[in-house]
């Protein structure tokens, strides 16, 4: 009878660890971030030596983990056996927080995570034909480019959290959830595209609503629930009414309405930022010059 394997016994074991058994001292980097049936987490190590993780079963979901570097290596310990795994750029795990989970962390790494509440497959199967989805296949070590890239798109957000749109957050965790549901939960999508666009009554609704809150903490699911639809519903439907996200468009209107205020060419740029839901003038300046390219004093400079 072969021996049940055993994970390997360290002095770190004592440690404290984080909410996925983490030991926290050891984490070059360690941010989170809450959405709505999502939250995300960035966990950078440089230690290149050994790292046990433990987390007791619970009923948290699913995880899901994109490495975002090379050179991971891992050894996960199951009921009856041991399983190692090699991770590079843009390599996904899948995993139930309902099993016990016991591993061996080996070399450096550096992964964005997200953590998918039960409820999430609630919302995201009620519009779906075909089985409901009620979980996710488990994988390890899986290359995954559509992840990868939703990853490198949300990372930012997360080094800059008080910058962080809740509509943009909310968007990116159903997005990521919808391919999760998709790709490993078996969902599959209508056979017939049908007209989702927004009634003119729900598409005022929803514009007035964003306007009113321009610094983009107000939720997808607040907007959703005043016009009586799902979230997930609401959100794709706003953008084939109007060619972008509910955030996109926000942004759009931010902007735009910078430029006025620039072109009256009195007010200082820090008060323009903050007249505009801007976090900050640094904030400011970034997002105008992604969308016009170029810096707000250079624009006001050249346009008055």
Request: glycine residues 8%.
């Amino acid at each position: 009878m072969l021996a049940k394997p055993q994970p390997s016994v360290s002095p770190l074991h004592s440690l404290p660890k984080d909410s996925l058994g983490c030991q926290a001292s050891q984490l070059l980097q360690d941010q989170e971030l809450a959405g709505a049936g999502a939250r995300f987490y960035r966990k950078c190590s440089e230690n290149a030596g050994l790292s046990p993780v433990f987390t007791p079963a619970s009923e948290r979901g699913y995880l899901v983990g994109i490495s975002l570097s090379v050179g991971h290596r891992r050894r996960i310990f199951h009921e009856h056996h041991a399983s190692t795994h090699e991770f590079e750029t843009g390599s996904v795990y899948v995993r139930n927080f309902a099993d016990d989970y016991r591993a061996d962390l080996q070399g450096p790494f550096d992964f964005l995570l997200v953590e998918i509440a039960p409820s999430f497959f609630d919302n995201a199967s009620d519009e779906r034909v075909g089985r409901r989805v009620t979980g996710l296949e488990c994988v390890t070590g899986m290359h995954d480019p559509v992840l990868a890239n939703l990853a490198r798109a949300v990372a930012p957000t997360l080094a800059h959290p008080h910058e962080a749109s809740t509509l943009f957050i909310d968007q990116i965790g159903a997005a990521i959830g919808t391919y999760l549901a998709e790709q490993y939960g078996g969902a599959t999508l209508p056979s017939r595209r049908r007209n989702r666009r927004l009634s003119r009554q729900h598409e005022a609704r929803a514009k007035e609503m964003l306007l009113s809150s321009l610094d983009g903490k107000l939720s997808i699911g607040d907007i959703a629930q005043a016009c009586s639809l799902s979230r997930s519903y609401f959100s794709r439907s706003f953008q084939e009414s109007t060619g972008q996200t509910p955030h996109q468009w926000l942004m759009k209107q931010r902007v735009e309405m910078a430029c006025g205020l620039l072109a009256q060419g009195a007010l200082p740029l820090a008060d323009i930022a903050v007249d505009c839901g801007f976090a900050d003038q640094s904030h400011f300046s970034r997002v105008f010059t992604q969308h016009l390219g170029a810096p707000p004093g250079t624009w006001r400079r050249l346009n008055t």
